[in-house]
């Protein structure tokens, strides 16, 4: 490993564990995520690494990255739509790759009420 190489694999473990504090990742479940995903260093190496005591090549370094961020995806609730956003799905369903109708606003009382015994519909 060179020593650009050795610098980039210290940054990298320095922003990865970063992050996995400001998500609040352990590093267990990320490891299981890891060797889910092909990993193959024990989690006693990742945790080595991560302290900056062991150095990783690069694809099991990217492996923990996809890893992090795949989870970070499963913690995210939805994002809020841009304008471009809405204005794209609108004119992919007017092109009839949509055919779904998303123009009808979802009251909490469709969802909530549905099975109320109480409500006066059901």
Sequence with gaps: MGADDEAVGYEQA???RATMVAAGIDRGR???YYFSIGGDVSEFEVDAYLH???T???LQ???LAQAANEILIDLAPPKAPYAADLLE???SRAAGHDRQEHSTPV???DVLDHDD???PET
Excluded: A, F, V
């Design 61 to 63: 370094r990217d492996l």
């Design 107 to 109: 009251q909490d009382s």
């Design 56 to 58: 990783l090549p690069r």
């Design 52 to 54: 900056h005591s062991l």
């Design 89 to 91: 799905e609108q004119t």
């Design 30 to 32: 990320l490891w299981l």
């Design 14 to 16: 320095r922003r990865l």
């Design 117 to 119: 015994p109480h409500h």
